[in-house]
């Protein structure tokens, strides 16, 4: 098994190449939904997405609450080839336990993930839609090319740091697997990510997120998402919204917020977040 001394190693000397490719006019963020999209940065630029939540759950069962805040880092570079993205995902999180007329304070990492991302398909790569001047008819039907989505896959893996949420005999390494697929319509996109996280092991968890985000102007986006999760650990199903709005091209601030529909335990979350596009030497 690969140590997390040579992965990170080979992660610090992949990220380290310029090249230049792909570029979009505004910031491409995943942000504020947990999906991932299925496009890159883009050659040559570095992205930092960043999201502080406070959260509040209460278990009916075991008469437990929790009360703390999140804090989400994502951080995106695109080297290599335009469709080729590497990433690290860290989650921290700081709350108080009641539990048994107890308070505990905890803190730590409940993840830390580095990954690849790589588009291996785009419907829209080299088609360019014409008019047909013989047929008005026939530039009013719908276009159903849209209906074909772009398709990514991501591979990544998790580290176990060993923190009060780790969960137990959890390896120090675990893969991480997500198939993504992203529409494009008029102002709407639709992403839809299938997750297989920790597979090969024990206790594996499978998930979707389905994420409907439409454009109200050039500036301003909303989101609609909806998660499920199936775990030995842990199962859900959360439902989240949110808005976003476009500062300049290269910086985005959204807010969101979002719940499940259980309560064992219940959850109430919400937050800010900052993403933020650095571009160097870019070739637009």
Same mark, same amino acid.
């Not at 999201?51 to 880092?73: A, C, M, P, R, W």
């Not at 991501?154 to 697929?181: C, D, H, R, W």
């Given at each position: ?17 310029? +090249?230049?490719?792909?570029?979009? /006019? ?6 504020? !939904? ?35 805040? /999140? ?10 080839? /335009? ?12 709350? +108080? ?84 697929? +992203? ?44 998660? !499920? ?56």
């Amino acid at each position: 098994m690969i140590s997390i001394r040579s992965f990170l190693i080979l992660f610090a000397l992949l990220t380290t190449t310029l +090249q230049y490719g792909q570029y979009t /006019d505004d910031i491409n963020s995943n942000r504020p !939904g947990e999906s991932m999209g299925g496009f890159s940065v883009g050659k040559s630029i570095f992205q930092a997405e960043l999201g502080v939540y406070g959260i509040n759950e209460q278990h009916k069962l075991s008469n437990e609450q929790v009360d703390g805040f /999140d804090t989400k880092l994502s951080l995106r570079y695109g080297a290599f080839l /335009d469709k080729l993205e590497f990433n690290l995902d860290l989650l921290y999180q700081n709350d +108080q336990q009641q539990l048994n007329f107890e308070n505990v304070s905890r803190s730590g990492f409940k993840q830390t993930t580095l990954g690849v991302k790589y588009l291996i398909y785009d419907p829209n790569k080299n088609y360019e839609k014409k008019p047909n001047f013989l047929s008005w008819k026939a530039n009013q039907r719908p276009d159903y090319r849209k209906l074909i989505p772009a398709v990514g896959l991501y591979a990544g893996m998790n580290i176990n740091t060993k923190s009060i949420y780790s969960f137990p005999n959890e390896p120090q390494i675990t893969p991480k697997v997500i198939l993504i697929t +992203q529409n494009q319509f008029e102002r709407e996109v639709l992403t839809i990510n299938i997750i297989a996280d920790k597979i090969a092991t024990k206790d594996p968890s499978y998930s979707y997120i389905i994420t409907l985000t439409r454009g109200f102007s050039p500036r301003w986006i909303g989101f609609i998402e909806n998660q !499920g999760i199936k775990g030995y650990y842990y199962s859900d199903a959360i439902i989240r919204g949110g808005a976003a709005f476009l500062i300049s091209q290269n910086l985005q601030i959204d807010a969101s917020m979002g719940t499940n529909f259980k309560n064992t335990p219940s959850k109430l979350f919400g937050g800010i977040g900052l993403s933020w596009r650095i571009e160097k030497n870019n070739d637009k």
